[in-house]
T-cell receptor, first 112, second 113 residues
Framework: EPEVTQTPSHQVTQMGQEVILRCVPI?????FYWYRQILGQKVEFLVS????????KSEIFDDQFSVERPDGSNFTLKIRSTKLEDSAMYFC??????????FGSGTRLTVV | SQQGEEDPQALSIQEGENATMNCSYK?????LQWYRQNSGRGLVHLIL?????REKHSGRLRVTLDTSKKSSSLLITASRAADTASYFC?????????????FGGGTRLMVKP
């Protein structure tokens, strides 16, 4: 069964450093998303991406965040200057149309 | 107040029993989805029910949707120890250009062998 692949599974970074979280969505999917889950809290929407542009973003997705689909297969989330409160599990997801999502297994980001 | 709130927050049952989890939401929706998450792992899509549907089945899962009460329930029949996980409802709101989901806080289900 097709999967959404996320790398790395765990990343530790120093506060203030830039991180790039990588995702390979399912190849024929058209809609791409990033969500995050702070430990013990709800899964929160960050951003949706369709037709090579952001279609919607949440209040969390401020100027420190950016997304890119550089080559038609990868979908990346960049955090420019990480803060302690960015520590969370980050999930990438994709879908083809009005269906359920396929989520990746997540990247656990720890900011120290 | 939050879209997509589940209750109970935690549920502990014996293997073989049925587990029922409920979800309430606030806004009008296109559809409601249920996801499962094993501890520290990714989200697995279980079932999607559209706003014009009232009930849906998938294997041992049964989902109901009452749009007049803005609520949904997930029933797992004949539970197994392997069903131990957190279960989340998530709503795709009607006014939602990006089709993003709003998740509830989840129900932690423990099935004892």
């Amino acid at each position: 069964e097709p999967e959404v692949t996320q790398t790395p599974s765990h990343q530790v970074t120093q506060m203030g450093q830039e991180v790039i979280l990588r995702c390979v969505p399912i190849s024929n999917h058209l809609y791409f998303y990033w969500y995050r889950q702070i430990l013990g809290q709800k899964v929160e929407f960050l951003v949706s991406f369709y037709n090579n542009e952001i279609s919607e973003k949440s209040e969390i997705f401020d100027d420190q965040f950016s997304v890119e689909r550089p080559d038609g297969s990868n979908f990346t989330l960049k955090i420019r200057s990480t803060k302690l409160e960015d520590s969370a599990m980050y999930f990438c997801a994709s879908k083809l149309g009005p269906t359920g999502y396929t989520f990746g297994s997540g990247t656990r980001l720890t900011v120290v | 107040s939050q879209q997509g709130e589940e209750d109970p927050q935690a549920l502990s049952i014996q293997e073989g029993e049925n587990a029922t989890m409920n979800c309430s939401y606030k806004t009008s929706i296109n559809n409601l989805q249920w996801y499962r998450q094993n501890s520290g792992r990714g989200l697995v899509h279980l079932i999607l029910i559209r706003s014009n549907e009232r009930e849906k089945h998938s294997g041992r899962l049964r989902v109901t949707l009452d749009t007049s009460k803005k609520s949904s329930s997930l029933l797992i029949t004949a539970s197994r120890a392997a069903d131990t996980a957190s279960y989340f409802c998530a709503t795709d709101a009607l006014s939602n250009a990006g089709n993003m989901l709003t998740f509830g806080g989840g129900t932690r289900l423990m099935v004892k062998p």
